[in-house]
């Protein structure tokens, strides 16, 4: 056990060294955009990715909201069960994040879709209609980055080898802390 320990941190901190931190650079002025146009963000994800995309709202939304940093409009599509069962059982498990965005998306808004594979159908669904409305679309993606890699205007990758869940979804929550604590800390230097 603790060989394996030691490899899963060696191959995390390896990883880590490989983030394009220009892509959070500009996912971070996207957010500031945002804030600044009242406009509102989506998050997505399945699974793990859908806990990485409460945990975003948390600390991107009430996190900073509450200390009056951001003021961004925010909101998980993973985060309401009897919405998500109903859509899943009515019309389809595809239609589970489409179906909340139709009629509500504005071509200002932003969607930050969380996917490892990048190919999840309900993910891929979402993000063609989030284009179709000329929303910009952040998508948030390990292994090959798929579909959604291909799709987004702005991606955050962690290239691994398929199915190396635990490592992918641990750099795209370490992306959120990034996003959140810089935030925390430009307030706390602008308040010098």
């Known amino acids: 056990m603790i060989d394996f320990a030691k490899n899963y941190i060696s191959n995390l901190s390896n990883l880590l060294k490989d983030i394009d931190v220009e892509k959070i650079d500009i996912i971070m002025k996207e957010l500031k955009s945002c804030a600044k146009k009242k406009s509102k963000v989506y998050v997505l994800g399945n699974g793990g990715s859908a806990a990485t995309a409460s945990h975003i709202v948390n600390d991107l939304g009430v996190g900073l909201n509450r200390r009056n940093i951001l003021g961004l409009d925010i909101q998980s599509l993973a985060d309401n069960t009897p919405v998500l069962t109903a859509i899943a059982n009515d019309i389809g498990y595809e239609n589970i994040f489409y179906s909340q965005l139709e009629g509500s998306l504005n071509q200002d808004d932003l ?39 291909e799709l987004a205007d702005i991606n955050f990758h962690v290239q691994t080898e398929k199915n190396n869940y635990g490592l992918v979804e641990d750099i795209h929550l370490i992306l959120d802390h990034i996003i959140y604590s810089y935030f925390i800390k430009e307030k706390s230097i602008n308040e010098k």
């Open 111 to 149: 969607v930050m879709a969380i996917s490892c594979s990048g190919n999840s159908k309900n993910i891929i669904k979402a993000v063609n209609y989030s284009k179709d409305i000329g929303a910009k679309v952040i998508g948030i993606t390990g292994f090959d980055g798929g579909k959604l890699k």
